[in-house]
């Protein structure tokens, strides 16, 4: 079995005022409830995603709370749940976990060079 990193939250919205109102409030609910990384609302389309987003690390100790409490927080805003274990592919595609709508996914927009080095943090401070 490949070992898991973390875990990252990609969670997407709308560039409507409501969605981005959305997005904003559920990132200062998760700041304010959780210790884990919470990055800033991304309007430019970076790697494979295909709508804005943000986005949150945390461990595999938060995993079963974390997920439980978005579940239901989540409100309209759609999510992709991955772990991160060194191959940004196969995490994203095939390991995925959906909240609501699964999206596209642009996987041609995936760099490889720094993940089969395995050099996953590098791969992550490079891309967000």
């Known amino acids: 079995m490949k070992e898991i990193v973390e875990y990252h939250a990609h969670i997407y919205f709308c560039t409507s005022a409501k969605s981005i109102r959305a997005a904003n409030q559920l990132a ?16 430019k389309l970076v790697g494979p995603h295909t709508q804005p ?3 949150v ?12 409490w978005l579940i239901f927080e989540r409100g309209n805003l759609n999510i992709l749940i991955h772990p991160v274990t060194g191959d940004s592919y ?3 595609v ?8 699964k999206l596209a996914m642009k996987v041609d927009k995936m760099d490889y060079s720094l993940m089969k080095k395995n ?8 891309y967000y």
């Open 57 to 68: 690390l945390f461990s595999k100790d938060q995993f079963s709370e974390f997920i439980q």
């Open 90 to 92: 196969l995490d994203h």
């Open 28 to 43: 200062e609910k998760i700041n304010n409830r959780f210790k884990v990384k919470v990055g800033k609302l991304n309007f």
């Open 119 to 126: 050099k996953v943090r590098e791969y992550c401070n490079h």
């Open 53 to 55: 987003m943000f986005r």
């Open 94 to 101: 095939e390991y995925g976990l959906w909240l609501g709508e």
